[in-house]
């Protein structure tokens, strides 16, 4: 499987995807700088937790208008695989790639911790190694993991099934304790827990390992 990662100025789990992905695919990721408008074709799109821009104006605000974005939005919505953690997810809601938005937790602290999460789909091209209800420890570290969107949106998320992960319990106050949520196509994933961060048994366990291989395994 080939793939790539974006990195933006203050980027700082870009180097954490690669080592994750060149370890579970066999092969080393393109490292993609925000300002090119281009990169090759690739099977698979990280867009890594971080700062990126330090957080100026709105957490992913600024990334989301990058040069680099307007070609992931292109093949996101073409159908390439798509996964954006942390900052990444709040970069996808910022392009409105995926809907809602990530807002202060509401403890108003930053949250560093492993946590459980519940995989509510089986059947996405992230999860399908999971089985739907499985509790998994994956790491979370934010200031601004708090989803929130309006009602008729969270209705629909549910409805579409398009919630990927909840927080077993609360941790940052997001609506519906989510975690994680796919566009409708299935092929994009934004999570704010870091699943690079749990690939093996020296780092704290593997449950975070599954979601690049189910990506694999989908595509062949």
């Known amino acids: 499987m080939k793939s790539a ?12 995807m690669a080592v994750a992905l060149t370890k579970i695919t066999g092969q080393k990721p393109i490292m993609v700088w925000h300002q090119e408008h281009d990169f090759e074709a690739v099977d ?25 974005m307007k070609e992931v939005i292109k093949r996101a919505n073409a159908g390439v695989p798509t996964l954006g953690v942390c900052n990444g997810f ?9 809907p809602g938005a990530l807002m ?16 509510e789909r089986q059947d996405t091209i992230f999860t399908s190694g999971y089985a739907q209800g499985r509790n998994i420890t994956v790491p979370v570290a934010h200031h601004d993991g708090n989803y929130f969107a ?24 997001a609506q519906r304790r989510i975690a994680g949520i796919t566009n409708k196509a299935g092929n994009v994933l934004g999570m704010m827990p870091h699943p690079e961060r749990m690939i093996e048994a020296p780092l704290g366990g593997s449950d975070g390992r599954i979601i690049f291989e189910s990506v694999m395994n989908r595509l062949g």
Request: glycine share 12%; proline share 2%; with cysteine.
């Open 5 to 16: 990662v974006i990195v933006f100025p203050g980027s700082n789990c870009d180097r954490d």
């Open 44 to 68: 698979f799109i990280a867009l890594p937790g971080g700062f990126s821009y330090g957080d100026y104006l709105r957490c992913g605000a600024m990334s989301a208008r990058s040069h680099v």
């Open 90 to 98: 709040q970069i996808l809601t910022e392009t409105g790639v995926l």
């Open 104 to 119: 202060r937790n509401s403890g108003l602290h930053f949250v560093c911790k492993d946590v459980e999460l519940t995989v």
């Open 150 to 173: 309006d009602t008729n949106t969270l209705d629909q998320l549910e409805g579409d099934g398009q919630i990927a992960f909840k927080y077993a319990s609360d941790i940052n106050g």
